[in-house]
């Protein structure tokens, strides 16, 4: 049995070099995780891309034919789908020079570090002369941009974050905002060797530390950890905060020693707090006209967090949304106001239900990777403003305190992602993808944005060849020999780039002369001989890693406290925000006078609430969050993602009061709609949904219909889902929720498309010639 890693958790495999035939948790998991059964279920499944092919009209028409999305392809050897690529490619650069072409290439794609799809194309691109790049991300776009005022950068909140085992030892109390979903808790970018999220927050309730779970889903927390649910209206969550820390201040609660010694503006947002800027006091029966939540509750709860060790905590999701900066940075307010940060077991932290790697120590040594090169362009956009990009080149937008324009992309080139998943309002994205004159896609699937594309080139799994990988924040680095035989034509990213380079004429700058294996042992002798060097850690050479079940790397040795140094010694290790200390109130983010972001923490009301005029149209709150049988839109046609479906539609979960209003049953065939757009879903019915929501997760294959793109076959919730920013601090992307309505599907249902083959290939007389 082989170990290989994935993002979702490792796993053990034998294999008849064609499929896998035997796959089992790896033996060190305590808590394994089913999604690794979607792997050898989705490897030879009819969606994989066995050749390059090129759409039709393209290859008729050259660049720039309007009728992508909807066109046949064309199969063809991998020589002309070289020559056809690498033509265009110099076309763009010669013509219109780097600034045109998009390489943002956004997603996991697969774990292993040396075949990662984004360093691979980047680094072919900066190899070309550069490309607009992307910043920032769909999970945590406002948290990268915001964070940095008010306490820290996103990275060393998710590698330095008090470690799990402090807060089962010290913490009494955990107050989750958006809760700890343990299905997110199972993923880590790059991989997860050993699963914890039940096991450390059932240690802490068993020590006597209580949790309290503020989210529309009861299974937010595990049962584990035996979580008081408190389920304000979606969106509402900075109100309830706000009404929190009002009671703290107005009970003489609030720590004014921490506040004083480490923290600026408090008086600014006290003021708001009290009324004094608008009238108004944010106290707990204001927040319970807005949140549902009864007034006594929030003021009790106040009480609690004062008199304990509290952790506040803030799931990525709440900052996936409008106005999404102020419950983030409440939740840094309540923390300051309590006076615990710094503190084992209390204080703040962001992404413990949302990833593996937030509570990990931090290993000491880095793993290798593939340089990606310099990028001589210095343009870029917000990851979730491509589709503002590609409709409106030249278009001014507000960023981060800065006026930007987007550039004129006229190639798009896309490695390891699927933005018909990432995105919002699916209907605009499709227009915006027939702007460009050329999309190229590389990808194991038919995914839709492989459909949506004009070259596309199949690529391996990672099961299909050679790497070597480590998850963040996690302490193994695995080998990774490929476990079978590439599926019919698939190549590596590396090995297209290496042949698109070569016909390019930069052969040797891309690849220096090394093929994927020479690299593979060429970073790692390089990674051991520099811990040798400079740690003085002795690891195996290569052949015996390789050989090997992997290496454990040093992590630290003491119990990691976020800001226990700050908290020590706020002159000798003060906070990398422009003050040095926690900014309740930033006059940076002041300065830049944006009406949907000021100064400090505030309620804004969202577009779509349950509180809204809207909400008499389409009465439900949709929450769009991540599923639990796959990650993001990975191997959706796999065995365990396709076992939850129903009807072969994605569930749609609705408390039943809300079910029986409509007229609704258990494993209905639903219609869910919205004026942006509509899908079908499969119901389910339970009472772990907060009334007026419906939870539909991301992640199903975008099959639209051909007469209306608009509508989803197969249940894509970002049909629905607004394309519109955070705010323009952030304009971070805001597809957690959407109102909707729903009704029963009536009539036969149509026809799923996108989880079969295109069945359309077309056949062209120049296109036939043998490799």
């Given at each position: 049995m082989a170990v290989h890693l994935t993002h979702w958790g490792?796993?053990?495999?034998?294999?008849?070099?064609?499929?896998?035939?035997?796959?089992?948790?790896?033996?060190?998991?305590?808590?394994?995780?089913?999604?690794?059964?979607?792997?050898?279920?989705?490897?030879?499944?009819?969606?994989?891309?066995?050749?390059?092919?090129?759409?039709?009209?393209?290859l008729d028409?050259?660049?720039?034919?309007?009728?992508?999305?909807?066109?046949?392809?064309?199969?063809?050897p991998w020589d002309v789908a070289l020559d056809l690529l690498a033509g265009e490619l110099h076309r763009v650069y010669r013509d219109h020079g780097a600034q045109a072409v998009y390489g943002g290439s956004y997603g996991w794609a697969s774990a292993g570090r040396f075949h990662h799809a984004q360093s691979q194309v980047h680094r072919f691109l900066n190899c070309l002369g550069g490309y607009v790049r992307h910043v920032n991300s769909y999970s945590l776009g406002t948290s990268t941009v915001l964070l940095p005022y008010v306490i820290a950068d996103i990275n060393m909140l998710q590698t330095h974050a008090t470690a799990k085992s402090v807060i089962a030892d010290h913490c009494e109390l955990v107050v989750a905002f958006g809760g700890l979903s343990p299905k997110n808790a199972a993923v880590s970018p790059g991989g997860v060797s050993r699963h914890n999220a039940h096991g450390w927050m059932s240690a802490a309730q068993t020590r006597g530390c209580r949790f309290v779970s503020v989210s529309p889903l009861r299974d937010d927390t595990p049962d584990g950890a035996q979580a008081e649910w408190i389920a304000p209206r979606p969106g509402t969550d900075a109100a309830m905060m706000l009404s929190l820390a009002q009671v703290l201040d107005a009970d003489g609660l609030a720590d004014t020693g921490f506040l004083d010694r480490y923290t600026v503006?408090?008086?600014?947002?006290?003021?708001?707090?009290?009324?004094?800027?608008?009238?108004?006091?944010?106290d707990p029966a204001w927040a319970e006209a807005i949140t549902g939540v009864p007034a006594a509750r929030i003021r009790e709860l106040a009480h609690e967090m004062a008199a304990a060790r509290t952790l506040v905590t803030v799931?990525?999701?709440?900052?996936?949304?409008?106005?999404?900066?102020?419950?983030?940075?409440?939740?840094?307010?309540?923390?300051?106001?309590?006076?615990?940060?710094?503190?084992?077991?209390?204080?703040?932290?962001?992404?413990y239900g949302s990833v593996a790697a937030v509570g990990e120590p931090a290993p000491q040594v880095p793993v290798p990777h593939l340089p990606q090169g310099r990028n001589a362009v210095s343009a870029y956009i917000p990851v979730a403003r491509i589709a503002d990009m590609l409709l409106n080149p030249g278009a001014g937008y507000d960023y981060n305190g800065q006026r930007l324009t987007y550039p004129d992309i006229r190639l798009v080139y896309w490695c390891g992602g699927n933005p018909f998943h990432h995105h919002q309002d699916l209907a605009r994205l499709r227009d915006a993808f027939t702007r460009p004159e050329t999309v190229v896609v590389h990808d194991p699937f038919w995914t839709a944005t492989a459909r949506h594309a004009d070259i596309v080139l199949p690529t391996t799994m990672s099961i299909e060849r050679d790497d070597f990988g480590s998850g963040q924040n996690d302490r193994m680095f695995f080998p990774m020999p490929a476990l079978t035989r590439p599926h019919g034509e698939a190549r590596d990213d590396y090995a297209s780039f290496a042949e698109l380079a070569d016909r390019l004429g930069v052969g040797k700058d891309f690849a220096e002369g090394r093929t994927a294996m020479d690299w593979l042992r060429h970073l790692y002798e390089d990674w051991r001989d520099t811990l040798a060097e400079r740690r003085g850690w002795q690891v195996p050479g290569f052949d015996e890693f390789w050989a090997g079940e992997g290496l454990e790397l040093p992590v630290a040795s003491e119990p990691q406290v976020a800001f226990a140094d700050f908290r020590a010694d706020p002159d000798r290790h003060p906070l990398t925000t422009p003050t040095g200390k926690i900014e309740i109130f930033s006059a940076t983010i002041d300065s830049y006078q944006y009406p949907d972001c000021p100064g400090h923490p505030v309620w804004r009301e969202p577009d779509e609430w349950l509180g809204s005029p809207a909400a008499r149209r389409f009465?439900?709150?949709?929450?769009?969050?991540?599923?639990?049988a796959r990650l993001h839109s990975q191997l959706d046609v796999g065995e365990y993602s396709q076992s939850i479906k129903i009807a072969g539609r994605e569930p749609v979960r609705m408390n039943p009061a809300d079910a029986s209003a409509r007229g609704l049953s258990d494993g209905d065939l639903v219609r869910i709609f919205n004026d942006r757009g509509a899908c079908l879903a499969g119901l389910a019915v339970d009472e772990v949904v907060r009334p007026g929501v419906a939870q539909l997760s991301t992640g199903a294959w975008y099959d639209p219909d051909p007469a209306d793109p608009s509508f989803c076959r197969h249940g894509n919730p970002n049909v629905l889902t607004a394309d519109r920013p955070s705010s323009s601090l952030s304009q971070g992307c805001t597809g957690q929720l959407a109102l909707v309505e729903i009704e029963a599907y009536r009539g036969s249902p149509p026809e799923l498309s996108v989880t079969l083959h295109p069945g359309r290939d077309a056949v062209h007389p120049d296109a036939s010639s043998s490799c």
């Amino acid at each position: 049995m082989a170990v290989h890693l994935t993002h979702w958790g490792t796993f053990e495999a034998a294999s008849d070099g064609e499929r896998l035939t035997d796959v089992r948790p790896w033996r060190g998991d305590p808590e394994p995780m089913p999604l690794i059964g979607n792997v050898a279920s989705a490897q030879h499944h009819p969606t994989r891309i066995t050749r390059p092919h090129v759409r039709k009209g393209w290859l008729d028409h050259g660049p720039g034919a309007p009728a992508r999305g909807d066109e046949p392809f064309v199969p063809v050897p991998w020589d002309v789908a070289l020559d056809l690529l690498a033509g265009e490619l110099h076309r763009v650069y010669r013509d219109h020079g780097a600034q045109a072409v998009y390489g943002g290439s956004y997603g996991w794609a697969s774990a292993g570090r040396f075949h990662h799809a984004q360093s691979q194309v980047h680094r072919f691109l900066n190899c070309l002369g550069g490309y607009v790049r992307h910043v920032n991300s769909y999970s945590l776009g406002t948290s990268t941009v915001l964070l940095p005022y008010v306490i820290a950068d996103i990275n060393m909140l998710q590698t330095h974050a008090t470690a799990k085992s402090v807060i089962a030892d010290h913490c009494e109390l955990v107050v989750a905002f958006g809760g700890l979903s343990p299905k997110n808790a199972a993923v880590s970018p790059g991989g997860v060797s050993r699963h914890n999220a039940h096991g450390w927050m059932s240690a802490a309730q068993t020590r006597g530390c209580r949790f309290v779970s503020v989210s529309p889903l009861r299974d937010d927390t595990p049962d584990g950890a035996q979580a008081e649910w408190i389920a304000p209206r979606p969106g509402t969550d900075a109100a309830m905060m706000l009404s929190l820390a009002q009671v703290l201040d107005a009970d003489g609660l609030a720590d004014t020693g921490f506040l004083d010694r480490y923290t600026v503006g408090f008086p600014r947002f006290a003021s708001y707090l009290r009324g004094e800027a608008d009238g108004v006091v944010k106290d707990p029966a204001w927040a319970e006209a807005i949140t549902g939540v009864p007034a006594a509750r929030i003021r009790e709860l106040a009480h609690e967090m004062a008199a304990a060790r509290t952790l506040v905590t803030v799931s990525w999701s709440l900052q996936r949304a409008r106005h999404g900066e102020q419950p983030l940075w409440l939740g840094v307010v309540l923390a300051a106001m309590l006076g615990q940060i710094g503190l084992p077991g209390g204080g703040f932290g962001h992404g413990y239900g949302s990833v593996a790697a937030v509570g990990e120590p931090a290993p000491q040594v880095p793993v290798p990777h593939l340089p990606q090169g310099r990028n001589a362009v210095s343009a870029y956009i917000p990851v979730a403003r491509i589709a503002d990009m590609l409709l409106n080149p030249g278009a001014g937008y507000d960023y981060n305190g800065q006026r930007l324009t987007y550039p004129d992309i006229r190639l798009v080139y896309w490695c390891g992602g699927n933005p018909f998943h990432h995105h919002q309002d699916l209907a605009r994205l499709r227009d915006a993808f027939t702007r460009p004159e050329t999309v190229v896609v590389h990808d194991p699937f038919w995914t839709a944005t492989a459909r949506h594309a004009d070259i596309v080139l199949p690529t391996t799994m990672s099961i299909e060849r050679d790497d070597f990988g480590s998850g963040q924040n996690d302490r193994m680095f695995f080998p990774m020999p490929a476990l079978t035989r590439p599926h019919g034509e698939a190549r590596d990213d590396y090995a297209s780039f290496a042949e698109l380079a070569d016909r390019l004429g930069v052969g040797k700058d891309f690849a220096e002369g090394r093929t994927a294996m020479d690299w593979l042992r060429h970073l790692y002798e390089d990674w051991r001989d520099t811990l040798a060097e400079r740690r003085g850690w002795q690891v195996p050479g290569f052949d015996e890693f390789w050989a090997g079940e992997g290496l454990e790397l040093p992590v630290a040795s003491e119990p990691q406290v976020a800001f226990a140094d700050f908290r020590a010694d706020p002159d000798r290790h003060p906070l990398t925000t422009p003050t040095g200390k926690i900014e309740i109130f930033s006059a940076t983010i002041d300065s830049y006078q944006y009406p949907d972001c000021p100064g400090h923490p505030v309620w804004r009301e969202p577009d779509e609430w349950l509180g809204s005029p809207a909400a008499r149209r389409f009465g439900l709150q949709l929450v769009a969050n991540q599923p639990k049988a796959r990650l993001h839109s990975q191997l959706d046609v796999g065995e365990y993602s396709q076992s939850i479906k129903i009807a072969g539609r994605e569930p749609v979960r609705m408390n039943p009061a809300d079910a029986s209003a409509r007229g609704l049953s258990d494993g209905d065939l639903v219609r869910i709609f919205n004026d942006r757009g509509a899908c079908l879903a499969g119901l389910a019915v339970d009472e772990v949904v907060r009334p007026g929501v419906a939870q539909l997760s991301t992640g199903a294959w975008y099959d639209p219909d051909p007469a209306d793109p608009s509508f989803c076959r197969h249940g894509n919730p970002n049909v629905l889902t607004a394309d519109r920013p955070s705010s323009s601090l952030s304009q971070g992307c805001t597809g957690q929720l959407a109102l909707v309505e729903i009704e029963a599907y009536r009539g036969s249902p149509p026809e799923l498309s996108v989880t079969l083959h295109p069945g359309r290939d077309a056949v062209h007389p120049d296109a036939s010639s043998s490799c």
